[in-house]
Structure formats: structure tokens, C-alpha cells
């Protein structure tokens, strides 16, 4: 056991460091090789001890939410990836606190209970609280940044609040793309309503979303490149349903996302991600950009 293995036990107890542990367990796509080092962290503040350490010897980590949006290299990740396992939820009126290990999911069950909308449009999307602010996720012609008004982070070894209008907000886009800092949680400003209403919602939501593909995959795998250019289907229209390599395909159900059938690697959704954005940019001119976030040496 080295030092820094030996400090992470110390800090989050032996069960919760893993070393060379498969990606591939914790993320939706179901592939990536293995994490030099695993931790499991219970408490906000054996986080920000962990990550003022690792970042004090210059040790590369990865904050990792549901995994639900990382595609990770079969060659794995040398580093720490860091998976939160603390989720409070608080309310005080109009106003809801998550910490960013929270489920989005149980951040909107929570606002539902407390007769507060606003979430019901995320119903369905996989995400943490951290995961969901970072990429500013979204669906129905709504995001995240539509409610959320202030998050706790991490930055430089200090713990801050940053407002909405310090978050650089776009579509798909939040501030910690190009000044990364650890999210601690997330405050929402919601509107009350009736339960029966917000419940009604989310289960239109729900019933929407049935016709994504089930199999594992990260969700749309490019961004929409411009109004009025609806990337799914334009890769349809160009006839690269169902285009496989290995196990990787290009959904039958739905176009812009690529599906791990059952034995996929990081290089075979490579493989199709390139040819799709080959095809598509010779056809259109467009090079398409994706959505999904890198993990490990990816060639
Ligand atoms: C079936 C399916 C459907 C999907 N549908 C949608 C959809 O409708 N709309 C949509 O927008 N997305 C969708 N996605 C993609 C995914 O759900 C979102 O991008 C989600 O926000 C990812 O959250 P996560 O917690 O899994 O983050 P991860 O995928 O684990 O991480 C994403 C990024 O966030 C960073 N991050 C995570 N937590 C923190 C933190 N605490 N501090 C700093 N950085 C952090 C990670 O380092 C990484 O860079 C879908 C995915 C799947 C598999």
C-alpha cells in the first residue's frame, strides 16, 4: 500500500477506496477500464480535505456523479476518481437545497412532495446534482439554469457561492467547463403547486422519454449544432441507424445516441462517434460536437 492509498483509507475507511477498479461499473455506457484509485466519499468535508491534498501534489481526480454523461477509456484512468455519496435535500419555501451527490431524480420527488415545480421537465434524466449542474442538462426546451440560482463550490482550496450570472450558463455549458472546481450543491428556486399537478406532469415526462433506447448508453452522444438542426435526424436521413462496430451501435431507436449491445469498448463507440461525425460532416458541412465528457487517454 502506498502513501496516498494509505491517506484516502485513513480519510473515507478502507471500504470505500478501491484500487484499479473498472470504470465500467460506474458508468451508463458500461465500459472503461480500471481507476488507479476509487473513493467513495460519505461527508462534504473529508471531500474538501481530500481535494485541497490531491490538488497540493498536483494528483490528477475526477469527479464522477452517475457516470451518465462519461464515456472512459479502456486503457482506464490514473488517477482518483471521486464519487460523492452525500445527498441532502433541504427546503426553506420557495427554495430547495441539494448537496451534489444528491439524485436529480430525488431532488425532483422531493419538490413534488413538497408541492414545488419547476423539475418535472428532468424527470427521467440520469444525473447527480453535481453532474446535472456542470453539464447544465436538459430536455423539453428546459435546462437546469432555468432554476437553479446559486452552487456551493470547491475552488482553489476555498469553499465559495457562485450566483447564476457567475456560472456562464449555455446550452449545455456551465463555467466549470473551463474553470473546473469540485460543485458541493446547488440551490433551486421553484414555484409552489399542487402535487397532483407536478405528479400528472412527470409522469407525461416519463411516458415521453419511454421511446429512448434502453440499452446502456450515455444519452445523445452530439450537441444540437444550431436552431432548426436536429442532429438525430440528420444521421437517420444519412442512413446510419443501426451502423455497428463491435459492440458499439448507432440506436435503432433513436439516432443520436450510440448503445453499448452488450460487449462494447471504448474504442468501438470511438469508432462510430468518428464515422458519424465524418458522414455527417461531409453530407452538411457541420462538424458535430459532442456532448458526452472524456475520461482516461482517449486516442
Ligand atoms: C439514458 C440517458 C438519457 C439521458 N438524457 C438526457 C437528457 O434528456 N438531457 C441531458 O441534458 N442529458 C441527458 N443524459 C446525459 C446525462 O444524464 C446528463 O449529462 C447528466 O447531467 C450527467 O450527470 P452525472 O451525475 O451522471 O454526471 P457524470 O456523467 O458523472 O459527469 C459529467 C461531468 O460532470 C462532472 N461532475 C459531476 N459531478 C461533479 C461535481 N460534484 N463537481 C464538479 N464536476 C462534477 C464530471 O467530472 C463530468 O465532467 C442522458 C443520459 C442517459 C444515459
Redesign the pocket.
Known amino acids: 500500500m502506498d502513501v496516498l492509498e494509505n491517506y484516502l483509507q485513513h480519510l473515507c475507511g478502507t471500504a470505500n477506496v478501491k484500487r484499479d477498479e473498472p470504470l465500467a461499473k460506474w458508468t451508463?455506457f458500461r465500459v472503461g477500464g480500471p481507476a488507479r484509485y476509487f473513493v467513495i466519499v460519505e461527508q462534504k468535508e473529508t471531500l474538501v480535505r481530500i481535494v485541497k491534498a490531491l490538488e497540493y501534489l498536483n494528483y490528477p481526480y475526477?469527479?464522477?456523479?452517475?457516470?451518465?454523461?462519461?464515456l472512459a477509456s479502456d486503457k482506464g484512468y490514473e488517477g482518483v476518481v471521486i464519487k460523492?455519496n452525500f445527498h441532502k435535500i433541504e427546503q426553506n419555501d420557495v427554495f430547495v437545497y441539494a448537496d451534489?451527490g444528491a439524485k436529480l431524480g430525488a431532488v425532483i420527488n422531493y419538490a413534488k412532495d413538497h408541492e414545488l415545480s419547476g423539475l418535472e421537465w428532468a424527470s427521467g434524466?440520469?444525473?447527480?446534482v453535481?453532474?446535472?449542474v456542470?453539464?447544465n442538462?436538459?430536455?423539453f426546451e428546459h435546462c437546469l439554469s432555468d432554476v437553479v440560482v446559486m452552487v456551493d463550490v470547491l475552488s482553489h482550496g476555498e469553499i465559495k457561492t457562485l450566483t447564476r450570472n457567475q456560472l456562464d450558463f449555455s446550452y449545455?455549458h456551465s463555467i466549470?467547463m473551463e474553470q473546473p472546481?469540485?460543485?458541493l450543491g446547488a440551490y433551486f428556486h421553484l414555484d409552489h403547486g399542487k402535487k397532483a399537478i407536478i405528479s400528472a406532469k412527470m409522469r407525461e415526462i416519463l411516458q415521453k422519454r419511454q421511446k429512448?433506447p434502453h440499452e446502456p448508453?450515455?444519452?445523445?452522444v452530439f450537441k444540437r449544432p444550431k436552431d432548426g438542426f436536429y442532429v438525430g435526424q440528420v444521421i437517420e436521413q444519412l442512413g446510419l441507424k443501426g451502423y455497428t462496430v463491435g459492440g458499439a451501435q448507432i440506436s435503432p431507436q433513436h439516432a443520436n445516441f450510440i448503445i453499448n449491445t452488450g460487449h462494447a469498448t471504448c474504442d468501438d463507440i470511438l469508432q462510430v462517434l468518428y464515422h458519424v461525425q465524418d458522414t455527417v460532416e461531409k453530407a452538411t458541412g457541420v462538424l458535430l460536437e459532442t456532448e458526452i465528457?472524456f475520461l482516461g487517454n482517449i486516442d
Open positions: 451508463t475526477f469527479i464522477l456523479g452517475l457516470g451518465a454523461n462519461v460523492l451534489a434524466i440520469p444525473a447527480t453535481g453532474g446535472a456542470y453539464m442538462c436538459g430536455a449545455r466549470f472546481a469540485v460543485i429512448h448508453s450515455a444519452g445523445s465528457i
